[in-house]
Structure formats: C-alpha cells, structure tokens
C-alpha cells in the first residue's frame, strides 16, 4: 500500500488563481522521478482538505424572480383586474453551475435584470449591504425612475407600419424629415393609377419611447386637413419582426387579421370608412369629413378591435353631445391633435397654434361612460411610439400632403424595439421571443393581459377601472415589488426561488419609496435583504482523479467518469476549511494490467456536471492510497 499527498500549494492564501495549475479547483504535481504503480491495483481517497471562499453556486432553482410594478392588489384584488403581469428576471446559467462572490453576484444581476417600463430603464442596480466592518450584511436593490418631464426626442426613424411581404414599396412612400424639435411626415405619390395609390402610406416612428410621466405628441394636421384627406395619429406599441407576417398591417401576432378595422360600437359588423391598420390609441380624419378616435380593446369573448371611442358622450369633452366633430369645419379652429399620458392614462385634446390651446377631446373620468374614453396604458403596450398616415381621395392627381410632429421620445441608452439585444417593451421583448411557425408562454401572457375584461373592455357587465394616474412624486402611481418565491395571488411564480439567496422571509416584498425633491431627479425604491443570507454552495463536489484508469459511471451526465469520491458535507458549509476523511475506504480498480509509469499527479474538484468547483480558494490537499487488488490471483 502506497500512499500519495497532493496539493496545489504550500499555504492557505485567499487569494484566487482560476487560471493556473496550481488553482484550488485544478491542480497538477510534477515528480522528480517516475512513481511505478503494480499491475492489477486499485485507487481510494484516504482524506481531503479544501478551503471554501464564501461564493455561492447559482443554478437554475434559485436564479429567478419576479418584478410586480402596477397597483397594489387588496386582499379581494385579482391579477386579472389590473393592467401589470409578473416579470420573470433570472440570473443563472440554466443547467450549468455559476460560481460567484457576493459582489459578482449583485453585479450579475443587475446586469441581468430586463426593465420594460421606459422611464425605469436602466435605472435598476443591486448592490451589496456591508457593515462598518464591511462585513456581509445582505443585498440592496434599487429601482429607478426617470420623473423629467421635459423630455422632446423625435423619432430617430420612420418605417412603414405593413407586412415587409404584403408591401415592399411602403418606405417610398412618404418621407421624415426632422427639423429641430419638430418633423414632417409627408405623403410620396407618384398619381392616379400608380401603385403609390394602392396602399397609402402609415409609419411607426422608432427609436424612442414617449414618457408616461406628461409625455406628449402634438401632430398640426392643416396641410392634410384641407386637401379633405384621410389622415390619422396616434401612439402604439411596435409590432417587431415584420418578415413573420405573411401579409396586411402589423398587428399583434394573437390578434386576428380584421382587428384593425375600425368598428362602430352601434353597427359592430361594419367597419368605418378608414384605412385599416393597427394602433394602440389613435385620432383622425375619415372619408366623411368626421374626428374619429379609436383604440385597441377585447369584447366579452376575448376578441380583439380596433373600437371607436364615443367622446361626444364623455360629458367632460370640449366637443360633447353632437356625435362626431366636423374637422372639416372645424369650429373649434384647431391645426393640431395632441396627446398625453398620464401614468396610465391617455388624454387627447384638439391644439391650436403656438400658444397651445387645447380643447379635450377625451379622457378617463370616474363615473363616464367606459365607451367614452381611452383604455388604461398596460403592462403589453409600455412603450408607445407614434404612428402616423397620410390618405388620398380619387378627385386629385397628386397628393403630398403632410403632419408636422413634435414627441416627447426618451432619450434611453441602448433602446432598440426591433433587436433582441436592445431595451425595448415588454409586448415588444415577449415578440422577439416568437420563431416562426410556433408560439411561446411570454406571447400568450401578453395576450392575457391584452384581453383582461375589467381594464380593457369597454363593452359588457364589467366593473369600471379605475385608471391610475401620477403620484405626488410625479412619477405612475404604482409601486415596485419582487415576488422571491411562489405568490399565490400572482399567477405563473412557480419558479421564483431566491427568497433565501436574498434575504427575504416573505413571497412578496414591497417597501416604500424614497420622494426625489426636484423634477428630473431619479425616484428611487429602495428593497433590503430582511436577513443576512448565507452564502454558501448547495452543490455537491467531488474529487476527480485524471490520467488513471479508475472509471465510474456518471449518471447524472451519462458518461463515465474519473471522479474518485465525494465530499458529502462540503455543501453544509458556509465558507472556511473543510476536512474530510471517508468512514471506510472504497476502492476503485486501475484495471491496469501492466505497470503504471507517472511522473504526474492531476486532480480536480468537480460537481456532479463535472463542472470545476471554482468555490474553492487557497490550499486544496487530497490524499490518495493506491495497493495491488488483494483479490487478484495469477492463473497457472
């Protein structure tokens, strides 16, 4: 019986050496002279010695989250009645194990976490709580929100709002030309009996999303007004990855081809006579001469229309009680159509010149008809972006008629709705997600939340909603919440597993939030560890023998394996040296039938992946006993 002491290093230094032969995890011993080893032997582990650095291993059972920001649900409150869904964040590696310390850890998830709401983007940061000792005290997790509200970024483009495949002349057909703090979407048209009159042009402006802190759009229709054509403006999520389309306006992929008609709420069979395309909020100029206002909602069933919204009705309106407004009369003498949105709420009013004047339209008002006014801004359509079209009629040659727009886009690092890489909605994030030909969960939790009846639907017995609007801070009046483990009122949790990782005793963790004393400054809420969590592995190491013949099965991986044994009780310890000795020895063959000739010793510390246990620090030692099979008999 032989006995073989091999370590990585002299002493037990805390500093780490990931990358070298000599690192904790890995290591190989050069002999002076060749060590012979028998024929027919066998292999064991007398005893180990490693030092663990206080890392935690993420795997795919404590790396997700989830993000509520919407209203606060009361004990009678369903997810259902609100316009917010949970926001899945995860940290991890899926199968594969990640190693990292208390400040990788908060740096990686900040890095990781997905904002969708655009004056939060950006503005998460985890960050690591320490004492006066700068002792681990837990985590601190801060959420931003940008509460400016003189933001005027035009979009950096338009692009045309049709199927690529059903329309591929659409971008010739009108120009952006951007000018200062406004820009003018004009019309392209090559007259009568061109393939320019076919399709008239709509755009959706991209880039920037508008702020729902006071955002605004204002769109001077003269030029279009007075040539008596059909024009239209309004604010809508983007619709990425027009090559899915096989044809038509962009649209919601669950929404079915028809819904961008424009529908009569008393004649819901017969369309207005409007151009048919998509569009969260919108108002404009009909055939007739007529303002028609519209938006994106869901019946009784869960279908969904482009549905006119009945201002005249809404006893708050400028324009109450008449039916329809005559904007080619025009009596209020308007050259624009404003937009603003507040929190949830979006108000459009009827603008006049330089001085603004405004005349409203329509807006949420408790109590008015739920026909009357828009629909809440939800969790599917955060980032609005606007979408303008230019029409013609059949009595004129040409037509160039333009809208002159001015947008209060946000300036966000990074945002791009059409990449997956880039900051973008949550609709919009949910889409790209989408490969043809198939669906995934994130598209259809858009789809709920698109056809909840309570915030959404105009028609039918449902209660009213009430649209929530700014707090005193200037900023949505939601809060911020982190469910840490499954909640039961929050569908679709399962999976949220960082409760302990964090330091959190409950599901749902909500703490107030800290008032920003100036507009422009950056409202904060503000989460803490409620504990010190542990940081320890929950994985299992074991010590791996290389450039021997000893073979296990790895079932967890399906392969043979040259791990030697396992050191169970290192997954109990938080951090410090850790000594293992087995109670009884389990030998493994060589199933050498020649004499083994080595000048090298190579062991790793590996989990049951066989991934390297890069937990581990300092010194590692690994005592090795290697003896001839006391069963082995030569045959005569």
Same mark, same amino acid.
């Given at each position: 019986?032989?006995?073989?002491?091999?370590?990585?290093?002299?002493?037990?230094?805390?500093?780490?050496?990931?990358?070298?032969?000599?690192? /904790?995890?890995?290591?190989?011993?050069?002999?002076?002279?060749?060590?012979?080893?028998?024929?027919?032997?066998?292999?064991?582990?007398?005893?180990?010695?490693?030092?663990?650095?206080?890392?935690?291993?993420?795997?795919?059972?404590?790396?997700?989250?989830?993000?509520?920001?919407?209203?606060?649900?009361?004990?009678?409150?369903?997810?259902?009645?609100?316009?917010?869904?949970?926001?899945?964040?995860?940290?991890?590696? %899926?199968?594969?194990?990640?190693?990292?310390?208390?400040?990788?850890?908060?740096?990686?998830?900040?890095?990781?976490?997905?904002?969708?709401?655009?004056?939060?983007?950006?503005?998460?940061?985890?960050?690591?709580?320490?004492?006066?000792?700068?002792?681990?005290? %837990?985590?601190?997790?801060?959420?931003?929100?940008?509460?400016?509200?003189?933001?005027?970024?035009?979009?950096?483009?338009?692009?045309?709002?049709?199927?690529?495949?059903?329309?591929?002349?659409?971008?010739?057909?009108?120009? #952006?030309?951007?000018?200062?703090?406004?820009?003018?979407?004009?019309?392209?048209?090559?007259?009568?009996?061109?393939?320019?009159?076919?399709?008239?042009?709509?755009?959706?402006?991209?880039?920037?999303?508008?702020?729902?802190?006071?955002?605004?759009?204002?769109?001077?229709?003269?030029?279009?007004?007075?040539?008596?054509? +059909?024009?239209?403006?309004?604010?809508?999520?983007?619709?990425?990855?027009?090559?899915?389309?096989?044809?038509?306006?962009?649209?919601?992929?669950?929404?079915?081809?028809?819904?961008?008609?424009?529908?009569?709420?008393?004649?819901?069979?017969?369309?207005?006579?409007?151009?048919?395309?998509?569009?969260?909020?919108?108002? %404009?100029?009909?055939?007739?001469?007529?303002?028609?206002?519209?938006?994106?909602?869901?019946?009784?069933?869960?279908?969904?229309?482009?549905?006119?919204?009945?201002?005249?009705?809404?006893?708050?309106?400028?324009?109450?009680?008449?039916?329809?407004?005559?904007?080619?009369?025009?009596?209020?003498?308007?050259?624009?159509?404003?937009?603003?949105?507040?929190?949830?709420?979006?108000?459009?009013?009827?603008?006049?010149?330089?001085?603004?004047?405004?005349?409203?339209?329509?807006?949420?008002?408790?109590?008015?008809?739920?026909?009357?006014?828009?629909?809440?801004?939800?969790?599917?359509?955060?980032?609005?972006?606007?979408?303008?079209?230019?029409?013609?009629?059949?009595?004129?040659?040409?037509?160039?008629?333009?809208?002159?727009?001015?947008?209060? *886009?946000?300036?966000?690092?990074?945002?791009?709705?059409?990449?997956?890489? *880039?900051?973008?909605? #949550?609709?919009?994030?949910?889409?790209?997600?989408?490969?043809?030909?198939?669906?995934?969960?994130?598209? /259809?939790?858009?789809?709920?939340?698109?056809?909840?009846?309570?915030?959404?639907?105009?028609?039918?017995?449902?209660?009213?909603?009430?649209?929530? *609007?700014?707090?005193?801070?200037?900023?949505?009046?939601?809060?911020?919440?982190?469910?840490?483990?499954?909640?039961?009122?929050?569908?679709?949790?399962?999976? /949220?597993?960082?409760?302990?990782?964090?330091?959190?005793?409950?599901?749902?963790?909500?703490?107030?939030?800290?008032?920003?004393?100036?507009?422009?400054?950056?409202?904060?809420?503000?989460?803490?560890?409620?504990?010190?969590?542990?940081?320890?592995?929950?994985?299992?190491?074991?010590?791996?023998?290389?450039?021997?013949?000893?073979?296990?099965?790895?079932?967890?991986?399906?392969?043979?394996?040259?791990?030697? @044994?396992?050191?169970?009780?290192?997954?109990?310890?938080?951090?410090?040296?850790?000594?293992?000795?087995?109670?009884?020895?389990?030998?493994?063959?060589?199933?050498?039938?020649? +004499?083994?000739?080595?000048?090298?010793?190579?062991?790793?510390?590996?989990?049951?992946?066989?991934?390297? @246990?890069?937990?581990?620090?300092?010194?590692?030692?690994?005592?090795?006993?290697?003896?001839?099979?006391?069963?082995?008999?030569?045959?005569?």
């Amino acid at each position: 019986m032989s006995l073989v002491i091999a370590t990585n290093k002299d002493e037990d230094l805390s500093f780490r050496q990931d990358q070298s032969i000599y690192s /904790a995890f890995s290591f190989r011993n050069s002999l002076s002279s060749v060590y012979k080893i028998p024929p027919h032997s066998q292999v064991c582990l007398h005893s180990s010695k490693v030092n663990l650095d206080g890392r935690t291993t993420i795997t795919g059972s404590n790396s997700n989250y989830f993000d509520w920001y919407g209203e606060e649900l009361s004990a009678t409150d369903t997810q259902e009645e609100s316009t917010s869904y949970p926001i899945q964040q995860s940290f991890g590696l %899926g199968t594969d194990v990640l190693e990292l310390g208390s400040d990788e850890l908060a740096q990686r998830i900040t890095d990781e976490h997905r904002e969708y709401y655009p004056n939060r983007m950006g503005k998460f940061k985890c960050s690591v709580k320490r004492g006066a000792a700068q002792e681990f005290q %837990g985590f601190e997790f801060k959420s931003g929100y940008d509460i400016s509200q003189t933001h005027v970024e035009l979009p950096d483009s338009f692009t045309t709002f049709r199927s690529a495949k059903n329309d591929t002349l659409n971008n010739t057909r009108f120009t #952006w030309t951007p000018n200062g703090l406004e820009g003018e979407f004009k019309r392209v048209d090559l007259g009568v009996g061109s393939d320019s009159r076919n399709i008239d042009p709509v755009a959706i402006g991209l880039g920037h999303p508008l702020s729902l802190s006071n955002g605004s759009m204002d769109v001077k229709f003269t030029n279009a007004n007075q040539d008596s054509v +059909e024009w239209s403006c309004g604010l809508s999520r983007d619709c990425p990855a027009p090559e899915l389309y096989t044809a038509g306006p962009l649209r919601p992929f669950y929404a079915p081809p028809w819904c961008n008609l424009v529908r009569k709420r008393n004649s819901p069979a017969g369309p207005m006579n409007q151009l048919k395309y998509f569009c969260d909020f919108r108002a %404009g100029r009909n055939a007739l001469g007529e303002l028609v206002v519209s938006h994106f909602v869901t019946n009784s069933e869960g279908v969904n229309y482009i549905e006119e919204v009945e201002y005249w009705n809404n006893a708050s309106s400028a324009l109450a009680g008449a039916g329809r407004y005559d904007i080619d009369t025009n009596a209020q003498s308007a050259d624009g159509i404003f937009f603003k949105v507040v929190g949830e709420q979006v108000e459009v009013y009827l603008s006049k010149g330089f001085t603004m004047e405004f005349r409203l339209i329509t807006k949420y008002v408790s109590g008015e008809p739920k026909t009357s006014y828009f629909k809440p801004v939800s969790q599917s359509c955060w980032c609005l972006h606007p979408v303008l079209f230019v029409g013609h009629n059949a009595t004129k040659t040409l037509y160039t008629n333009s809208l002159q727009l001015s947008f209060s *886009g946000m300036d966000i690092t990074g945002y791009d709705s059409r990449s997956k890489e *880039g900051k973008k909605g #949550w609709f919009e994030a949910m889409c790209l997600l989408k490969t043809q030909g198939s669906q995934i969960k994130g598209l /259809a939790d858009c789809e709920a939340v698109d056809n909840r009846g309570v915030p959404n639907s105009p028609f039918g017995t449902w209660e009213e909603y009430e649209q929530k *609007g700014l707090n005193a801070s200037k900023a949505t009046d939601y809060y911020t919440a982190m469910i840490v483990s499954p909640a039961e009122k929050y569908v679709e949790t399962q999976s /949220a597993g960082v409760a302990q990782l964090f330091g959190f005793k409950t599901s749902f963790v909500h703490e107030g939030t800290i008032t920003a004393p100036a507009p422009g400054d950056v409202l904060l809420s503000k989460l803490q560890s409620g504990f010190i969590p542990e940081l320890s592995s929950t994985q299992s190491i074991f010590v791996r023998l290389n450039g021997f013949g000893n073979q296990v099965l790895n079932a967890r991986t399906g392969n043979k394996s040259t791990i030697l @044994a396992h050191l169970p009780t290192a997954e109990a310890k938080e951090s410090g040296r850790f000594f293992y000795e087995p109670n009884r020895d389990v030998w493994l063959d060589l199933d050498n039938s020649y +004499e083994i000739q080595t000048s090298d010793f190579g062991i790793d510390f590996v989990y049951s992946n066989e991934q390297y @246990a890069k937990i581990l620090q300092g010194q590692s030692i690994v005592v090795l006993y290697f003896r001839k099979d006391p069963t082995y008999r030569e045959i005569d």
